[in-house]
């Protein structure tokens, strides 16, 4: 199978970042395989976009996590710096309803005393939620009780 077609393969089954794609191919790379010249030619041909991507990605993972996990995740994968300013802007708004509706996912209720509220509130942290969002997600719990 050609270099060109694997990354075709790759690309019809999801989207792929430059990185992420050239280090899957450079597997199967051989002698005189360029695979940076590669990726250009399906960047002109806009099959291979960092902006679809990166959509992809928060698309994904947004109604699971945190902007701080999120954009931790874009930077891995290459993606500027200008295009995550954009990213991180759309993220901030709703960054307390999706912390809010992860944790009524796996608590379901408030806890009944400290230690489950530390770990409740650990378990949003580990998620990449933002010390803001946390506290308005045990806000709006709080809230829900009265």
């Known amino acids: 199978m050609s270099l060109k077609a694997r990354a075709l393969r790759y690309l019809s089954a999801r989207e792929h970042s430059r ?9 199967y790379a051989q002698e005189g395989d360029d695979v940076d010249a590669l990726l250009d030619v399906l960047e002109a041909a806009k099959l291979l976009s960092q902006t679809r ?3 992809s990605l928060v698309h994904r993972r947004a109604a699971r996590f945190g902007n701080n996990r999120i954009l931790s995740e874009l930077k891995s994968h ?15 708004q ?4 999706r912390a809010t509706e992860v944790w009524r996912r796996k608590f379901g209720r408030p806890a ?3 230690a489950g509220r530390a770990k ?3 378990f949003l942290t580990q998620r990449g939620f933002s010390h803001r969002a946390i506290q308005a997600a045990m806000r709006a719990d709080a809230d829900a009780d009265d």
């Open 94 to 97: 709703d960054e307390a309803a």
């Open 112 to 114: 009944a005393d400290a």
């Open 120 to 122: 409740q509130m650990r």
């Open 78 to 92: 290459g993606i500027d710096a200008d295009a995550m300013k954009d990213i991180k802007a759309g993220l901030v």
């Open 19 to 27: 990185l992420e794609l050239a280090r899957k191919l450079a597997r």
């Open 53 to 55: 991507f990166s959509e």
